[in-house]
């Protein structure tokens, strides 16, 4: 099992939160034991053969031991499954929000690429997003002009660029999720973006017409 280095669990702790942690253990077959309101939470991950983990949530952020706590909480959830940081907050991240990652496909002798092409690839991966955006929100939009506010919204608020891989130019964006009381997952406009980029317009039309009205 692999133990990271605590200088690197505790960058990938301040990224992170409680929430995110206990919306990740909810969504991939823990079990919450207890819950001491805004202080603690207790989780467990059963087995075929028996317990395959027990932790300590901390949820309380203003207590001195907050941050040493918190890192061996991550410490144990990466032993668990056998992840280095990086891969430890990707999945976590990945609860809340939908991530896809862009590579540059090209030799790098010394390991860097020229500023503009950094700034290029920037451009171009949000104008996709933008694109993306913007059918979802209206099919027969032409793309040119006036977009509506909730696509401004979401391109200025929901989409993220995340950590790059570590040793590469791969590029991580990253929209939240969130989540809307009453209306599924997948009426969601954040959620009809991230699969537009998969499908076409027509199909994402038909999609809103199923959902309930907000």
Same mark, same amino acid.
């Given at each position: 099992m692999k133990r990271a280095p605590l200088d690197t669990l505790g960058e990938i702790a301040s990224t992170l939160s409680p929430p995110a942690v206990s919306q990740y253990l909810a969504t991939h077959d823990w079990q919450l034991e207890t819950r001491d309101q805004d202080v603690k939470e207790i989780w467990r991950l059963p087995g075929e053969d028996g317990l395959l983990g027990r932790i300590m949530l901390p949820l309380a952020t203003d207590y001195v031991?907050? +941050? @040493? !706590?918190?890192?061996? *909480?991550?410490?144990?959830?990466?032993?668990?499954?056998?992840?280095?940081?990086a891969q430890l907050?990707?999945?976590?991240?990945?609860?809340?929000?939908?991530?896809f990652f862009v590579r540059l496909d090209q030799e790098m002798t010394d390991g860097t690429i020229p500023f503009r092409q950094a700034e290029t690839t920037l451009e171009a991966l949000f104008a996709m997003m933008k694109a993306a955006a913007t059918t979802a929100d209206d099919p027969?939009?032409?793309? +040119? @002009? !006036?977009?509506?506010? *909730?696509?401004?919204?979401f391109l200025e608020d929901d989409i993220r660029l995340g950590h790059t891989k570590r040793g590469s130019f791969v590029f991580t964006?990253?929209?939240r999720l969130g989540d809307i009381p009453g209306v599924p997952e997948k009426c969601t406009f954040r959620w009809l973006v991230t699969t537009t980029n998969g499908r076409s317009g027509h199909t994402r039309a038909s999609s809103r017409l199923s959902c309930p009205v907000t």
């Open positions: 031991d907050f +941050r @040493g !706590r918190f890192r061996d *909480t991550l410490q144990a959830l990466a032993t668990i499954y056998d992840w280095d940081p907050a990707e999945q976590i991240a990945a609860a809340r929000a939908d991530l027969t939009h032409s793309h +040119r @002009g !006036r977009r509506s506010a *909730t696509v401004t919204d964006v990253v929209t």
